[in-house]
Structure formats: C-alpha cells, structure tokens
C-alpha cells in the first residue's frame, strides 16, 4: 500500500491509497471537543442524503448531533450504532 499526500478544495492537507476497488483517505483529527470524532468512516454514494436514511433504516444509528461541519455541500453525515461519525460523499 502506497500512501499520497492530498488535499481537496479548502479540505485540510490527508493522504490516500488505492486499493483494489475503492481509496483509503486518512484525514488529520479535527479540532473539537469530541475526540471520538478524530476517527471516521467515509464512503463515496450517489445520493449521500438518501444512502444516509437508508442506512438508519437498515442498520440503526442516527443523525450527527450537533451536526458536523463541512466545507463541502452535499456531504451526509450520521452516527453509526456505536457512535462512530460516518460521512457520506456524492460521486
């Protein structure tokens, strides 16, 4: 596995890897109170909105709150079961 640095848009600076069928990003810890937060799961979908409800639907979990800021318009964010934050990007 071969890591890039990256950075997209106003993003913060991150590096990446191809794998097989998808790209592991690993982002620097955001600067907030909830360090369970530093840590997340991301996913690109086609409708982020959508995959989101569909995912609590399906598996449970529930809405970020408070609601985690992002530079970027379109992105979904929710919590899973155990509380991990999980975004969800359009592509």
């Known amino acids: 596995m071969t890591f ?19 790209v592991l990003e690993i982002y620097p810890p955001m ?3 909830n360090l369970s937060d530093a840590f997340y799961i991301a996913a690109t979908v086609a409708d982020p909105e ?5 995912l609590i639907a399906q598996f449970g979990g ?3 709150e408070p609601p ?3 530079t970027a318009s379109g ?5 899973d079961p155990d509380g991990r934050l999980v975004r969800l990007f359009p592509g």
């Open 31 to 33: 600067k907030r109170a």
């Open 75 to 79: 992105i979904a964010t929710l919590r």
């Open 4 to 22: 890039n640095a990256e950075k997209h848009g106003r993003g913060p600076e991150h590096v990446s890897a191809p794998l097989k069928d998808s």
């Open 68 to 70: 985690v800021p992002t």
């Open 50 to 54: 959508v995959e989101k409800q569909v």
């Open 62 to 64: 529930s809405e970020a």
